[in-house]
């Protein structure tokens, strides 16, 4: 559905991402780990339109998108959700979710004055459907409360919620379960399960939690210093002795397959 080909961004010198390619599986819940400043979520803002390559290719669903911003990616069905929430913090959570949907009429001034009754339904419409999100993601209890007053783990289910609200066909998750209690990170892998399962959803998943990524991810792609240094499942990537120097900085005895879970 998504693939990277040798792609690169070079900011002077440096090279955040060097060099990748690799494949997310229609269907897939594909797993992206690697250290800190491996170049994951720069590879999202590759993905996502956010940023453009040095060199490379993007393509997704068989089109070449290289060039295209974040909003055509969008309106494409990519959706991304962001390392550090992105709410807005003066509305509440329901308003959040209906700021989401791209096409909404009322936006426009002409629109609006044209076609009232037309805007009155659809924004029952998007609210019908925020609500549903918020029952789904166990977050209907603080529909009126502002974001800015959620929790760590709220935010994050919000980020995911936002997803929901548009016709997602693929998903980048940037950390959802960074600062998520146990209880609460157990829920999230539910719904990112039911998501994929029951709408279809595939997903790209960047997380530190190894629990998560070995429940959740048919296919895990590990980088460091903006490259691919192994993919393929969980155990196979675990157990890689590449993998533990990439996370510790230096050889390990092959003995230590535990290592990433622990560091992590
Ligand atoms: N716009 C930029 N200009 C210069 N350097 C950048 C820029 N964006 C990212 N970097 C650098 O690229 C490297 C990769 O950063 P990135 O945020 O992609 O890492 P990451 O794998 O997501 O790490 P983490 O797990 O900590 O979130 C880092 O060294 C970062 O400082
Ligand atoms: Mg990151």
Same mark, same amino acid.
């Given at each position: 559905?998504?693939?990277?080909?040798?792609?690169?961004?070079?900011?002077?010198?440096?090279?955040?991402?060097?060099?990748?390619?690799?494949?997310?599986?229609?269907?897939?819940? =594909?797993?992206? @780990?690697?250290?800190?400043?491996? #170049?994951? &979520? *720069? !590879?999202? /803002? +590759?993905?996502?339109?956010?940023?453009?390559?040095?060199?490379?290719?993007?393509?997704?669903?068989?089109?070449?998108?290289?060039?295209?911003?974040?909003?055509?990616?969008?309106?494409?069905?990519?959706?991304? =959700?962001?390392? @550090?929430?992105?709410?807005?913090? #003066?509305? &509440? *959570? !329901?308003? /959040? +979710?209906?700021?989401?949907?791209?096409?909404?009429?009322?936006?426009?001034?002409?629109?609006?004055?044209?076609?009232?009754?037309?805007?009155?339904?659809?924004?029952?419409?998007?609210?019908?459907?925020?609500?549903?999100?918020?029952?789904?993601?166990?977050?209907?209890?603080?529909?009126?409360?502002?974001?800015?007053?959620?929790?760590?783990?709220?935010?994050?289910?919000?980020?995911?919620?936002?997803?929901?609200?548009?016709?997602?066909?693929?998903?980048?998750?940037?950390?959802?379960?960074?600062?998520?209690?146990?209880?609460?990170?157990?829920?999230?892998?539910?719904?990112?399960?039911?998501?994929?399962?029951?709408?279809?959803?595939?997903?790209?998943?960047?997380?530190?939690?190894?629990?998560?990524?070995?429940?959740?991810?048919?296919?895990?792609?590990?980088?460091?210093?903006?490259?691919?240094?192994?993919?393929?499942?969980?155990?196979?990537?675990?157990?890689?002795?590449?993998?533990?120097?990439?996370?510790?900085?230096?050889?390990?005895?092959?003995?230590?397959?535990?290592?990433?879970?622990?560091?992590?």
């Amino acid at each position: 559905m998504l693939s990277f080909n040798n792609l690169s961004i070079h900011f002077g010198d440096f090279k955040a991402v060097d060099g990748c390619t690799f494949s997310v599986a229609k269907d897939s819940i =594909t797993g992206l @780990i690697g250290p800190n400043g491996a #170049g994951k &979520t *720069t !590879l999202f /803002n +590759l993905a996502a339109g956010a940023l453009q390559p040095t060199h490379g290719r993007i393509a997704f669903c068989e089109k070449d998108v290289t060039p295209l911003t974040a909003d055509s990616l969008f309106h494409e069905g990519l959706v991304r =959700t962001f390392q @550090i929430p992105h709410e807005f913090s #003066g509305l &509440t *959570t !329901l308003e /959040n +979710l209906m700021m989401v949907p791209p096409t909404q009429k009322g936006e426009s001034l002409w629109h609006n004055w044209f076609n009232w009754r037309t805007i009155k339904s659809e924004e029952q419409q998007v609210q019908k459907q925020a609500l549903e999100t918020l029952e789904f993601l166990e977050l209907i209890h603080v529909k009126d409360v502002r974001a800015s007053n959620l929790s760590g783990g709220q935010k994050k289910l919000l980020e995911l919620g936002r997803t929901m609200m548009t016709d997602a066909k693929l998903v980048l998750l940037d950390e959802p379960a960074a600062g998520v209690n146990r209880t609460l990170l157990r829920k999230l892998e539910q719904k990112i399960q039911i998501l994929n399962q029951e709408r279809g959803y595939t997903f790209l998943l960047i997380e530190h939690d190894m629990e998560m990524i070995e429940k959740l991810c048919n296919h895990v792609v590990c980088m460091a210093e903006g490259k691919v240094v192994i993919q393929g499942d969980f155990q196979t990537v675990k157990s890689d002795p590449r993998v533990l120097e990439a996370y510790l900085g230096e050889a390990t005895p092959e003995s230590n397959t535990s290592a990433v879970g622990e560091i992590a």
